[in-house]
């Protein structure tokens, strides 16, 4: 048994023992950059490209298309998805609000959710010559929405050798890592789990923003780990690689260079005087790097899923889901998390709630590493109905082949879902549904190694991303969360033993004329 098990498992169990170091305290002074910085290196800035149409004819999840990708069309996934967008100012319940007003604590929109609005993913672009610059290694500087050049040269073929073959074809690549201090300092040991969504969330981004535009993409989690980490010049100890996308570039691929030695000599900057090393997070880190170049068949996850508790109860089948009102682009841009704003009146329609469902269950199957549409699906949803019109108080298993609930346990959740939740920014009563993601996180790492542990949480987060972004399109206010008792949970929904409640999402009907500043800067 890996140590993925032993991280999984204390995860579960935070909200009763929690995760060392436990008296562990954020100095949110000395906190690190959202995002890398890199004095000196050259600054390329990005055009924007994509339709503000794209979504409305194709619909936010429709099918893969067949075009290629240009400098204009990047640029505008780039923006749309992890760019900042706009500085958001509004009366909510988090935490945070009463240092909002300042200009160095400001809250600024981007596409894509991440755990805590923290932002720890790095995007690189490594691109070879069919592409429209001098080919090299860049990183997109999120708050310029802009490219660093950090290596000058073509690398493509050493990224491809460390790719076992996915990535022939293309000399365009987007390699996501992560600076585990960039989230660590405020989450420490728990910050694994989060990154690993987050990393789900924007790749979930990506493939509705290429799909809406008549793209394609399909990433990677299984490569040769270290060797894209010296590429990147990276410490392994302070820094992960965790998706590689490669990119069908319109035109085709030109001849690239063999594989070698070449890497990036660039370093950021740390804004931080202090920066902590986390035992676990090294453990987990480690673990999941093991066998990293060995990529599972779709086979290997084969009945991964027990079957789930309620086989008997009562079904309701849930009407046809509205077409989306946004493309994708005003979609990505309304996003944001409702924070306290929800309310209870008017109750949310059966058809808003199927939207929902629909949108997070669209990516319950694993879309890296060619598994799309051959593996099965590695997330469950299970939804406590609170005040949704037409359906009765309850919690139901949701089956997505049927659009059909099915009725786990009957009646009011409402006191045990605000009992077991652990922070004060959301009255969950108020949400018109709150939906429990389950995955079999065991079952997976024991299928394929410890480094199932990311693409696990990758399909979670992913599911998180897809609701985000379903939800203004339908009219709904939306909210996520990992601060929750995941046992009480499990206790209350039956679950069987391995099907573990990783994420709660929150939706329903959002407060009229709330006091809001929305000043958009793209």
Not at 5 to 16: D, K, S, T
């Amino acid at each position: 048994m890996g140590y993925a098990h032993e991280y999984a498992a204390a995860v579960m169990r935070r909200a009763r023992v929690p995760m060392e170091p436990a008296d562990f305290v954020p100095d949110w002074a000395d906190r690190p950059r959202k995002g890398k910085y890199f004095p000196g290196a050259p600054h390329l800035p990005l055009p924007d490209g994509g339709s503000a149409e794209a979504g409305l004819d194709r619909g936010l999840y429709g099918p893969p298309g067949e075009g290629g990708f240009t400098l204009s069309l990047l640029g505008g996934m780039l923006r749309d998805s992890y760019g900042l967008t706009g500085r958001r100012l509004a009366v909510q319940a988090n935490s945070d609000l009463g240092s909002l007003p300042l200009y160095p604590h400001a809250n600024w929109s981007r596409g894509t959710a991440s755990g805590g609005g923290l932002y720890p993913v790095g995007i690189h672009w490594v691109s070879g010559p069919s592409g429209p610059l001098t080919p090299g290694v860049h990183y997109y500087a999120t708050e310029h929405h802009a490219l660093r050049r950090l290596l000058a040269g073509d690398v493509t073929g050493e990224l491809r050798a460390a790719l076992g073959g996915l990535g022939d074809g293309t000399d365009q690549f987007l390699v996501l890592t992560v600076k585990f201090w960039q989230n660590a300092f405020k989450y420490n040991s728990f910050a694994y789990h989060v990154v690993t969504m987050d990393t789900g969330a924007l790749l979930e981004t990506w493939r509705i923003w290429a799909r809406a535009h008549g793209l394609h993409l399909d990433g990677a989690l299984w490569f040769d780990e270290e060797r894209i980490g010296r590429l990147l010049g990276l410490d392994a100890a302070e820094e992960g690689v965790f998706a590689v996308v490669p990119l069908h570039w319109e035109g085709g691929a030109a001849e690239s260079a063999p594989a070698g030695e070449t890497q990036v000599r660039v370093t950021d900057r740390e804004r931080s005087r202090t920066v902590i090393e986390f035992e676990t997070v090294r453990r987990i880190h480690a673990a999941t790097l093991v066998g990293a170049a060995e990529r599972p068949s779709a086979g290997a996850l084969a009945g991964v899923f027990e079957a789930g508790p309620g086989a008997g109860g009562e079904r309701i089948e849930l009407p046809e889901p509205p077409v989306p009102a946004l493309g994708v682009r005003a979609a990505l841009r309304a996003r944001r998390s409702s924070f306290g704003r929800f309310t209870a009146l008017p109750a949310m329609s059966a058809e808003q709630l199927s939207a929902a469902l629909a949108a997070a269950a669209s990516a319950a199957v694993p879309q890296t590493d060619g598994l799309g549409g051959r593996a099965p699906e590695l997330t469950r949803l299970y939804v406590f109905v609170n005040q949704v019109a037409g359906v009765p108080a309850g919690a139901y298993a949701y089956e997505p082949a049927t659009r059909t609930l099915r009725l786990v346990v009957a009646g009011l959740h409402g006191e045990f879902l605000q009992d077991n939740y652990f922070l004060a920014n959301y009255d969950l009563e108020q949400a018109g549904a709150v939906i429990a993601v389950t995955a079999p996180t065991p079952a997976v790492v024991d299928a394929v190694g410890d480094r199932g542990l990311r693409l696990v949480n990758s399909v979670v987060g992913a599911t998180a991303q897809a609701l985000y972004t379903a939800a203004p399109a339908v009219g709904l206010g939306c909210g996520v969360a990992l601060g929750f008792d995941c046992l009480s949970y499990a206790e209350q929904l039956g679950l069987p033993e391995g099907e573990i409640p990783l994420l709660i999402m929150m939706v329903g009907q959002e407060q009229r004329s709330p006091a809001d500043f929305d000043h958009s800067i793209a």
